[in-house]
């Protein structure tokens, strides 16, 4: 290091009179007890390029000399202060997956989702103990590592070991927290499972975050000796020791939409196939299912969400189920669906996380503590959550669903955790009829194993039945063929000499399934509808819809209908045309809009057994 330690106290005394005069002063004279002064990395980089480099690569001494240095700085009142320097701003983010032993003992920046937080506890940072013997009071700073250290002997008497008892008040104490972020939905490429790491903080940045949030943090990472049943190994954990939390703002955006890109974006909004088009560049693999994939299309847009007079909130999301046989692509549309959402996240009712889908209290397999964890819809919040196998998914998972899907936040009251987390997420579910495939002599909506409160929430639910049907048939397994070795071909050719590629005419055949519209062109135009379209219905669209909400409830006034219509279908209905005029970046929900959702929503209802 090229820097003294004298010159480095000096250097940000100077620093910090120069930039944070103001704040220090205004720290000095505040009486909250805690007290932190927040550095932006920027200005050190103004300052002393050399002083930011030694920050990030040495940053627990640098950061000593920053708050060795804060007492030295000259303010107009006489008092004296001690503070947490806490820098924020820090550049070049690094993702959980990079990190490596390069990075140990280095400041670093990290973004991600809360998915776990244990209770904000004490913890000893300075022990004070007296000997048994002589009344000596002894202190022993204790490491972050969460090994309690004792002191041995005594100055009274260096031969005989020591008996000691812990001062409390003597001792010094923190507030500590640890924090399980994961890597974001959109920082993974398709498929990847998101990594996670486990980040200490303490005193004023312990207790600010909740599971499901997204947050920067900026800390140095350190290292554990493993323990395993041999005593130490040589592997070894890393963890981030937090210096700073920076909560990303609701506008955050992670994608990045350049001015060319919105031109695109408009004048494909013009295309007069832009329905179609946005239609077939749903799973384009997978044969069929149009009106799944209009849904689906629909869904990925959302409707607007209300916020009426009184307080309520009215969600803009649209959920979706799925009911089929198995081996009919169910799995793979939600695959396809969560790489191309932004923010789109997969589960499956059968192994979800200990969190479950929603969230839960759980206890931490480290040191039995109460934690609370974020489940896929709280992870998907402003996203999809596509559910696989939601018939077969816990009791709990169940139950917590109401809430989940029309509230859209779940509330966690357990072992002493007290929490409401957000899940303003699309619910995109797929299940298997209660026998595992559909029995044609039996009525369709007794098949669906899930009671009726929880499929009233869906907007659309789709029965998908494998029935053959040699044309349908055929067409599938020339699909399924075409896209299994179109790609594949095409790279074995590059290999092949010409003269060796036979039947050019076959292969030309095979060409790949390509979407009308590519995935991340589509990601981006969802995301700039989201952010700029928010239609509003016209008069005549309304009257239509209201006109068609009477005649589904009188047809639904029967005894046997297997769903109750209620005002639950219309608020979908709005959701859906909503979802529709954004399809086109258009402000004004128009009739036509209303129509093509009355279409879906029959074909729905019809399927599920109503006519
Ligand atoms: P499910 O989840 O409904 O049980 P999967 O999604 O696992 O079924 O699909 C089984 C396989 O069959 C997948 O490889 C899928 O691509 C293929 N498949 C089934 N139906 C179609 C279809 N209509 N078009 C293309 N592929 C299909
Ligand atoms: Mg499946």
């Not at 008040?169 to 939905?185: A, G």
């Not at 600010?208 to 949030?213: A, D, H, L």
């Not at 169940?398 to 357990?414: D, G, N, P, T, Y």
């Amino acid at each position: 290091m090229g820097v003294s330690v004298v010159s480095s106290v000096q250097k940000w005394k100077e620093f910090l009179t120069r930039y944070y005069k103001n704040s220090i002063h205004q720290l000095a004279v505040s009486d909250s007890k805690t007290k932190s002064l927040i550095v932006e990395f920027p200005d050190l980089i103004n300052f002393d390029v050399r002083l930011a480099e030694a920050l990030i690569s040495n940053p627990g001494e640098v950061l000593k000399h920053a708050e060795d240095a804060l007492p030295l700085v000259d303010l107009p009142v006489k008092k004296q202060i001690s503070a947490y320097i806490r820098v924020v701003k820090v550049p070049k983010k690094t993702q959980v997956r990079d990190l490596r032993s390069e990075h140990i003992n280095t400041m670093i920046s990290i973004d991600g989702t809360v998915r776990k937080i244990t209770d904000v506890r004490p913890r000893i940072v300075e022990a004070a103990f007296e000997c048994a013997r002589c009344g000596q009071i002894t202190y022993i700073p204790q490491e972050g590592t969460g090994k309690f250290i004792e002191p041995s002997y005594c100055v009274c008497n260096e031969e005989k070991k020591g008996v000691f008892r812990l001062l409390f008040k003597e001792s010094r104490f923190e507030d500590y927290q640890r924090i399980k972020i994961q890597e974001s939905p959109e920082d993974l490429k398709g498929g990847e499972q998101p990594q996670t790491l486990d980040i200490n903080v303490s005193n004023d940045i312990a207790g600010i975050v909740t599971p499901g949030e997204r947050i920067i943090v900026n800390g140095i990472l350190r290292s554990a000796q493993k323990i395993n049943k041999d005593g130490k190994s040589t592997y070894f954990d890393i963890y981030l020791d937090g210096n700073s939390l920076e909560q990303e703002q609701q506008e955050f955006d992670e994608l990045e939409i350049s001015p060319e890109e919105e031109e695109t974006i408009l004048k494909l909004s013009r295309d007069p196939r832009i329905y179609t088009k946005m239609v077939n560049s749903i799973a384009p693999s997978i044969y069929g299912y149009s009106e799944v994939k209009e849904a689906i299309a629909l869904q990925l847009f959302s409707g607007i969400p209300k916020h009426l007079p009184d307080g309520t909130r009215i969600r803009g999301d649209i959920h979706i189920l799925l009911v089929g046989d198995p081996g009919i692509a169910k799995s793979q549309i939600l695959r396809y669906v969560v790489k191309l959402a932004p923010r789109g996240v997969y589960a499956s009712g059968k192994s979800a996380s200990s969190a479950g889908l929603t969230a839960a209290a759980v206890k931490d397999e480290f040191d039995g503590s109460w934690t609370l964890e974020a489940g896929a819809l709280v992870l998907a919040d402003k996203g999809v959550a596509a559910v696989d196998e939601m018939d077969k998914m816990k009791n709990e998972d169940r139950s917590s669903l109401h809430e989940a899907m029309e509230q859209q936040s779940i509330s966690v009251a357990k072992a002493g955790i007290m929490a409401t987390l957000k899940c303003r997420c699309s619910l995109l579910g797929a299940a298997n009829p209660k026998l595992g495939r559909f029995d044609p002599f039996e009525s369709i909506p007794e098949q669906i194993n899930m009671p009726p409160s929880l499929m009233s929430r869906f907007d659309l639910i789709f029965i998908l039945q494998d029935k053959p049907e040699e044309r349908r048939d055929q067409n599938i397994a020339t699909h399924i063929l075409k896209s299994h070795y179109a790609g594949e071909l095409n790279e074995h050719r590059k290999n092949i000499p010409t003269s060796h590629v036979r039947e050019e005419s076959v292969l030309d055949a095979m060409k790949p399934i390509q979407p009308e519209i590519t995935a991340q062109l589509l990601r981006k135009y969802i995301a700039y509808a989201k952010r700029k379209v928010f239609p509003i219905m016209r008069e005549d669209a309304k009257e239509r819809i209201i006109k068609f909400y009477l005649e589904l409830r009188k047809q639904g006034e029967g005894d046997n209908a297997p769903i109750a219509v209620t005002a639950r279908q219309l608020e979908g209905l709005v959701r859906l045309a909503e979802a529709s005029a954004r399809m086109r970046l258009e402000d004004e929900v128009t009739i036509d809009d209303v129509e093509k959702t009355i279409d879906i929503v029959m074909t729905s209802l019809k399927q599920v057994g109503m006519d």
